[in-house]
């Protein structure tokens, strides 16, 4: 294990910024090594939010949202040779979960990271629960110690952290704030319209305000190591199974 490595699963491309960018900046200032993987293309944010499928069409969509994360991984200060983009269908993953849990084993074995970061079983979209489930099978079955955070992008509708069964780690991020406004602010797609078609922006105000928190919020679970019975022994309390 490489305890000052992180390997960051983003289900889409903006998933790792919006999350966990604060915390990303904040980890690389303390010395670590900061790799990001983006499961999916992304391609179907317009198809799917707006019924858009022609200007842009999917592989535009797909190519202006990874640029966007190119954009914001920089400015984090993530290298760009440390992003690495696979090419899963956006809203495919569940179908193709033994794929990916493959891959992640690979990147796991390959990179050896002390922390892994990835969505949470409590989004609203359905990629990244797939995600979490897949991540967290995989560091379950990774041979060497890791700790697990899994951030928070958009919960199910109509619920909030208070629903999260697990003990809930806030990292201040307050130093970091200017820094991820700066990443959010090149997520143009989001933002702003990119077609005639589009009636108003994929955010609303309060979509950026809530990213845009001098904190980030995870459930935190250790993997093969002394702590996982720390963090068992403290769900327990919490009342969790
Ligand atoms: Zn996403």
């Known amino acids: 294990m490489t305890e000052k490595r992180i390997v960051v699963f983003a289900p889409h491309p903006d998933d790792e910024t919006l999350g966990c960018g604060g915390t990303l900046v904040k980890r690389l200032k303390e010395g670590f090594e900061v ?8 391609q179907n944010l317009m198809a799917v939010v707006f019924d858009i499928h022609d200007s842009p069409n999917p592989d535009q969509v797909c190519e202006i949202r990874r640029e966007e ?3 914001a991984t920089k400015i984090l200060g993530v290298p760009l040779e440390n992003l690495i983009c696979w090419d899963y269908d956006d809203g ?49 079955l990774h041979d060497s110690p890791v700790k697990l955070y899994e951030y928070i992008v958009g919960l199910k509708h109509g ?28 997520f143009k797609s989001h933002l ?10 994929v955010f609303s105000d309060d979509d950026v305000a809530s990213f845009l928190q001098p904190f980030e919020s995870f459930v935190v679970t250790a993997h093969g190591s002394l702590n996982s019975k720390a963090v068992c022994q403290n769900r327990h309390r919490a009342g969790c199974r």
């Open 35 to 42: 790799w990001i993987v983006v499961l999916t293309r992304g």
């Open 69 to 71: 994360t190119r954009q």
């Open 159 to 186: 619920t909030s952290v208070d629903d999260i069964e697990e003990p809930i780690e806030e990292i201040d991020i307050s130093a970091e704030l200017s820094m991820k406004r700066e990443a959010v602010k090149v």
């Open 92 to 140: 495919a993953l569940d179908a193709r979960a033994e794929d990916v849990l493959e891959q992640v084993l690979g990147i796991l074995r390959e990179k050896k990271p002390g922390e892994v970061y990835c969505t949470n079983q409590y989004e609203g979209h359905p990629d990244h629960r797939a995600a979490s489930s897949v991540v967290r099978q995989a560091c379950a």
């Open 192 to 201: 702003d319209v990119l077609s005639d078609a589009q009636p108003h922006p």
